[in-house]
């Protein structure tokens, strides 16, 4: 189905107000998940909202949730984020630790006890923006065992990094397991068969089966170097940030993980590139990294991501049949009238 990029933000923040989130926090909200399908991230945009909303109503995520200052040293800063979701905690944190990092040269800002954020790669857009690299990690539930192990250990431990490369900035986005979870339930929405060598069923056994895989576990990309890329990521976010490891994670894609907290953690650091350089010449740097890397026939990871200042809300948004059903669903139930386009 076609509808537009601003339609769908109108429909999503006000679904999510309607659920009792505060107008600023649900079109940040709306915003991370309409780029995730802009991006094409649909495994992390609009198919989300029903399970957010669904935790909302089961008293596993507040919508009325506030960031409370847990302490700040100047470079660093901790957030409690109240088991609210993500989206526009992460974005706040990631506003924050670009000013800083202007003011010490690096920064890095933490949330805790916070609920799934989406797309990592949004978060590294503030500091790409103004010219520095900034890295986001997060952790989630459980969904990957250690390599050669058989239980479930960590989650997909994403993480990002907005690279300033010349003349478009670079965004790496990419779960440490072979596939991100999201792309399962996408694939099991629609119906469709796994590839081979993404997915372990509960028994640890390789599976086809999207059922099985969410009900089981992800095999990590790159066998031992993707387990430990993953390990460093909870190191990071659950044990460092807390308060839960990923063992302790509600299954945000699960009905029965909706009445319980997820207690997540985010981590985002940003780094200004002249308090690093040792000849001033940074930029000329990046630029010829980038040149480097196309004149060799390759293509710079992600900096073919449309940039906020480059979506426009009359841009056409194309939207699966089965998702815009469970939206238009979720506003006649609340009495929301549909945008035209649906």
């Known amino acids: 189905m076609e509808t537009t990029v601003g339609e769908a933000k109108e429909l999503t923040g006000s679904l999510l107000q309607l659920a009792g989130m505060p107008a600023e926090h649900a079109a940040r909200t709306a915003w991370a998940l309409v780029v995730s399908e802009v991006w094409g991230r649909g495994s992390h945009g609009l198919l989300r909202l029903p399970f957010y909303l669904g935790r909302f109503e089961a008293g596993g995520a507040d919508p009325r949730a506030e960031l409370r200052l847990v302490s700040d040293s100047g470079a660093a800063v901790v957030y409690d984020g109240g088991s609210g979701l993500g989206h526009w905690q992460l974005w706040e944190a990631a506003t924050l630790a670009t000013e800083r990092a202007g003011q010490f040269g690096i920064a890095a800002v933490s949330v805790g006890n916070s609920g799934h954020c989406g797309a990592l790669g949004l978060y590294v857009l503030p500091m790409v923006e103004a010219g520095m690299i900034g890295l986001a990690f997060s952790n989630g539930p459980a969904v990957m065992p250690p390599w050669g192990g058989s239980a479930p250990v960590v989650s997909t431990s994403p993480l990002a990094a907005g690279i300033p490369t010349i003349p478009r900035p670079s965004i790496v986005d990419l779960a440490t397991s072979s596939v991100a979870r999201g792309k399962i339930a996408e694939a099991a929405a629609a119906g469709r068969s796994l590839p081979e060598g993404w997915a372990l069923d509960e028994g640890g056994q390789p599976t086809t089966d999207p059922a099985a895989a969410?009900?089981?576990?992800?095999?990590?990309?790159?066998?031992?170097?993707?387990?430990?890329?993953?390990?460093?990521?909870?190191?990071?976010?659950?044990?460092?940030?807390?308060?839960?490891?990923?063992?302790?994670?509600?299954?945000?894609?699960?009905?029965?993980?909706?009445?319980?907290?997820?207690?997540?953690?985010?981590?985002?650091?940003?780094?200004?590139?002249?308090?690093?350089?040792?000849?001033?010449?940074?930029?000329?740097?990046?630029?010829?990294?980038?040149?480097?890397?196309?004149?060799?026939?390759?293509?710079?990871?992600?900096?073919?991501?449309?940039?906020?200042?480059?979506?426009?809300?009359?841009?056409?948004?194309?939207?699966?049949?089965?998702?815009?059903?469970?939206?238009?669903?979720?506003?006649?139930?609340?009495?929301?009238?549909?945008?035209?386009?649906?």
């Open 214 to 342: 969410l009900s089981g576990m992800l095999a990590p990309m790159g066998g031992a170097k993707g387990f430990a890329l993953a390990f460093m990521v909870e190191a990071l976010t659950g044990a460092m940030v807390g308060p839960n490891l990923a063992g302790d994670v509600a299954d945000p894609l699960s009905t029965a993980g909706a009445p319980h907290p997820q207690r997540i953690g985010h981590l985002v650091l940003a780094l200004d590139l002249g308090r690093f350089s040792v000849d001033g010449n940074q930029k000329r740097r990046f630029a010829d990294l980038a040149t480097r890397v196309t004149a060799a026939g390759g293509r710079l990871p992600g900096s073919g991501r449309m940039l906020p200042g480059e979506i426009d809300d009359d841009d056409t948004l194309t939207v699966s049949e089965q998702v815009a059903g469970d939206l238009a669903r979720l506003a006649a139930e609340q009495g929301i009238g549909l945008p035209s386009g649906w």
